[in-house]
Nanobody, 121 residues
Framework: QVQLVESGGGLVQAGGSLRLSCSAS????????MGWLRQAPGMQRELVAS????????TYADSVKGRFSISRDNIRNTVYLQMNRLKAEDTAVYYC??????????????WGRGTQVTVSS
């Protein structure tokens, strides 16, 4: 019905940058919000950033504030996460998550498969 496809992960040295993309496709009526969560081995999954599609209000984890920037493209149903000044502790699998209204007319959660981000120290 609805799927999220992530891209942009990879290996980068500390201090470098990466940009993640997540595109939603399928039978969707509207996207209410999209965001990125990450999980490192042995760590709890945490919300990194999110954006409300209507007004563009953003939320960031304290650990990435000032370094990461989330944005969305309403036409392409895509969210981006620009990650700058990356640190080793940013290493994790990053998952795209979205609250999407479908034909059921309720907001439902959808998940991407995840993309690996590895930052070498």
């Amino acid at each position: 019905q609805v799927q999220l496809v992530e891209s942009g992960g990879g290996l980068v040295q500390a201090g470098g940058s990466l940009r993640l993309s997540c595109s939603a496709s399928g039978n969707l009526f509207s996207i209410e919000l999209m965001g990125w969560l990450r999980q490192a081995p042995g760590m709890q999954r945490e919300l990194v950033a999110s954006v409300i599609f209507n007004g563009g209000t953003t939320t960031y984890a304290d650990s990435v504030k000032g370094r990461f920037s989330i944005s969305r493209d309403n036409i392409r149903n895509t969210v981006y996460l620009q990650m700058n000044r990356l640190k080793a502790e940013d290493t994790a699998v990053y998952y795209c998550n979205a609250q999407i209204r479908t034909s059921r007319n309720i907001a439902e959660p959808f998940w991407g498969r995840g993309t690996q981000v590895t930052v070498s120290s």
